[in-house]
């Protein structure tokens, strides 16, 4: 049988992702139930690159579902070091794991992978490709303030020119029904031009401004994201633009009572911190939003049934 | 005005855009044909101005493919007796293997040798393709 991957949000259609999301609020609501669904199993998890937080959030789905993980967080100690390639590599691990989770920094290798494994591969990141688990715990992370994702204004602010996984995220949030954007970035950081005709294609309505204090009062989520000194050329203008938008308490003021405010961290400056306390900042739960909505694509990839509803 | 014979049979490919026959030639590894091949630059012509043409003394099965990434423009006509008998209208190809490589320094294909990377049409009006990998648009 054709093993099912996460390489992409695109994999999987509006409704699979309902799903999943569905199943993710099941399993927070009784977490017992679903502690031993993944028993015998044993999920590979090759980070040929350090990411502590994304490894730990699969690393502790996986053993809350009663599974085991085997695995490396640092390259040179696997097999790589050894010149193995990764088409080699993921066809070996298939062999003895059932499930593959896959951090490198070329882009396209976990596709690569999933063409060679004899398990599902799930995609932890691959360089400024695409990092699907963020796009789903942000989707996670909605609909456990708001009803269902639909009708939706959604506020994105900061780099939006170089943030990949915002593109994902918007083009993901694109497909659901009746949701609108608001770009609020400087002139230099707007947008690219491949994300909006493709919103233009599906007939998505969206507008750019560079004004945060004008915009935040029509919005129901504001995404919050950070400007990357790696980005720029030159510091000139990495030190202009980093402070263009942060998010502060007299902002706040102006949003809607049911704002929520999400950030996939780690922050910079981008928020202050007095807005922490704002019970519409929602950025420290989206962790374990990322855990929960990691432990259903596990679940879902490996097709185990939920026993709850059987 | 060089003075090349009338082709009896082969191959003629007319109105390439002046300064990409050399590409064509060499992406069709016709200096490994033994027959007779012409390449002609900057011949003056009515519609274009100046452009480039091929002539292959011989009948090959031409790369299309190749031809329309590079050039989709150009007319191939197959001559048999010193008669034309057909003309092939060029249309990029909605998906490309082995032509094409992909050049994001940051893709996956660029560290490990892969076979067969695909590559799918982006925009037809500039040729351009994302590669299977990591989507990041190339042309020939
Ligand atoms: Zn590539």
New binding site residues.
């Given amino acids: 049988m054709e093993s099912r991957h996460l390489l992409q949000p695109s994999d999987f259609s509006i409704a699979e992702i309902n799903d999943m999301l569905r199943l993710a609020k099941r399993i927070i609501q009784n977490p017992i139930a679903y502690s031993e669904v993944c028993k015998g199993k044993v999920l590979a998890s090759l980070f040929y690159e350090p990411s502590t937080r994304t490894k730990f959030s699969f690393d502790t789905a996986m053993l809350r579902l009663g599974g085991q993980v085997i695995g490396f967080s640092d390259p040179t100690t696997s097999s790589t070091a050894k010149g193995e390639t990764v088409a080699d590599s993921a066809l070996t691990i298939s062999k003895y794991a059932d499930i593959i989770v896959v951090r490198h920094p070329k882009?396209?290798t976990a596709r690569l992978m999933s063409k060679h494994a004899e398990c599902p591969v799930i995609n932890a990141g691959d360089g400024g490709h695409m990092h699907p688990t963020q796009t789903l715990t942000d989707l996670l992370t909605i609909v456990s303030y708001k009803p269902e994702i639909k009708d939706l204004t959604v506020g994105v602010c900061g780099d939006l020119k170089f943030g990949r996984t915002i593109h994902s995220l918007v083009t993901c949030l694109a497909r659901f029904e009746n949701i609108r954007f608001v770009f609020i970035s400087p002139d230099e950081l707007k947008m690219p031009v491949y994300v909006k005709d493709e919103l233009n294609k599906m007939g998505v309505e969206y507008t750019e401004t560079s004004s945060l204090d004008e915009s935040i009062g029509s919005l129901d989520i504001l995404y919050m994201s950070r400007v990357q000194r790696e980005r720029f050329i030159s510091e000139e203008d990495y030190l202009r633009l980093k402070d263009y938008f942060i998010l502060t308490k007299e902002k706040m003021k102006h949003a809607k009572e049911d704002m929520i405010v999400m950030h996939p961290l780690p922050r910079v400056n981008e928020i202050a911190t007095e807005v922490d306390s704002d019970p519409r900042a929602v950025y420290f739960h989206q962790v374990k939003y990322g855990m929960y909505v990691r432990m259903a694509l596990i679940m879902t990839l490996l097709g185990i049934k939920d026993p709850l509803c059987e | 005005m060089i003075n090349v014979s009338k082709l009896k049979k082969g191959i003629v490919i007319d109105h390439i855009t002046a300064g990409k026959g050399y590409k064509i030639f060499r992406q069709l590894n016709l200096d490994e044909l033994d027959a007779v091949v012409v390449l002609m630059r900057n011949v003056d012509s009515a519609k274009k101005g100046k452009k480039d043409l091929i002539k292959i003394e011989t009948d090959l099965q031409i790369n299309f493919d190749v031809l329309a990434l590079i050039d989709p423009g150009v007319t191939v006509t197959y001559v048999l007796d010193g008669e034309k008998v057909k003309k092939v209208k060029l249309t990029p190809p909605n998906e490309v293997i082995d032509i094409l490589s992909?050049k994001?320094p940051r893709?996956i294909?660029n560290q490990e040798h892969i076979e067969h990377v695909h590559f799918r049409l982006v925009n037809a009006e500039k040729k351009l393709y994302a590669?299977e990998?990591?989507d990041?648009q190339t042309s020939l």
């Fill in positions: 882009e396209g | 992909c994001n893709c294909t590669c990998f990591c990041a």
